[in-house]
């Protein structure tokens, strides 16, 4: 029995990514309403044996998540803005992805790390200075979130991860995918990546536990080496939680990253909810062999 796809995607600007088995289908919505379609596929790091490497496929999700993420906001500001053409080049890309994982890692793992260490005189264990620090980090994190989310234009790109969401579980439900029945489902999704976020913000306090509080440099090591390792972790406890979603210590476990997801989705309208739907389908129509790679374009109904 051929093993049953778990589709999931993040939203961009105006439109949805969907991730396939081989491809991604992005779908976005013209100034002048109608919808383009276009699918890219996958490289085959993101589709090969260490994908199903438990731990080492946690880093290659990131690794993907962060890549083709970039592409599909490249791509969808582009289509959006009507400026197509004006991809961002290899170099560009990567000095984007370096910088972006640079000030997410210094942002949330070596800021944090740093106020505390001013207190060490203050705080006599390793274990409470960890956690302390750890509580920051999440802190930190979720008023982040909270502020970009109060931006109009992340407010949008909010609404379409809602809408991306609502697509998903439809799909995993097996309904038809019409604005009708999408709109029944919840903005939150178990596998969402701000679960993800979540959950590495928790096993980092755990893990640093581990190392203690060594010499300052060190410790600053510590927050950049481990993050593959933090992610391999979470990762697994993500792919375990979805499995299991209908047990309810699975259920009570989740529920403080499906909450936080009311800071990332809004509801969303029925155009949009309608770009969601062209992405999924397309993603399942490539991966079925019905539909082709190629760019697509029509007038949307809403």
């Not at 949805?16 to 890219?40: D, K």
């Not at 197509?84 to 890309?93: D, F, I, P, V």
Request: proline residues 4%; charged residues 15%.
């Amino acid at each position: 029995m051929e093993k049953r796809i778990s589709y999931g995607g993040q939203a961009v600007i105006e439109g949805v990514m969907i991730r396939g088995r081989h491809h991604y289908s992005l779908a976005v919505r013209r100034p002048n309403g109608e919808i383009t379609t276009q699918s890219t596929p996958l490289s085959t790091l993101y589709t090969g044996r260490l994908r199903n490497i438990p731990l080492v496929r946690g880093v290659i999700v990131l690794i993907e998540t962060m890549v083709i993420g970039m592409q599909a906001l490249s791509r969808s500001a582009n289509i959006a803005l009507e400026e197509e053409g004006q991809e961002l080049s290899r170099w560009s890309m990567a000095s984007m992805l370096t910088l972006s994982l640079a000030i997410g890692v210094g942002l949330f793992f070596i800021l944090p790390l740093l106020a505390i260490r001013s207190l060490d005189s203050l705080i006599a264990s390793d274990e409470v200075s960890n956690l302390v620090e750890g509580i920051l980090r999440l802190t930190m994190f979720v008023a982040y979130i909270f502020l970009i989310g109060r931006l109009p234009e992340i407010k949008r790109v909010f609404a379409y991860h809602g809408a991306e969401h609502m697509s998903v579980h439809a799909h995993e439900h097996g309904v038809p995918l019409d604005v009708d029945h999408v709109r029944s489902y919840p903005t939150a999704h178990n596998r969402c990546g701000t679960a993800f976020l979540l959950v590495v913000m928790v096993v980092a306090i755990a893990v640093f536990t581990f190392v203690g509080r060594p010499s300052l440099p060190i410790s600053i090591a510590s927050r950049v080496i481990l993050v593959p390792v933090i992610a391999g972790i979470s990762y697994e406890i993500i792919r375990f939680s979805g499995a299991h979603s209908g047990n309810p210590l699975v259920k009570l476990i989740v529920y403080p990253s499906l909450a936080l997801q009311a800071l990332t989705t809004r509801q969303p309208d029925d155009a949009q909810i309608e770009v969601a739907i062209h992405a999924m389908k397309h993603a399942i129509a490539v991966d079925q062999g019905t539909a082709g790679t190629e760019n697509t374009s029509e007038q949307g109904g809403s």
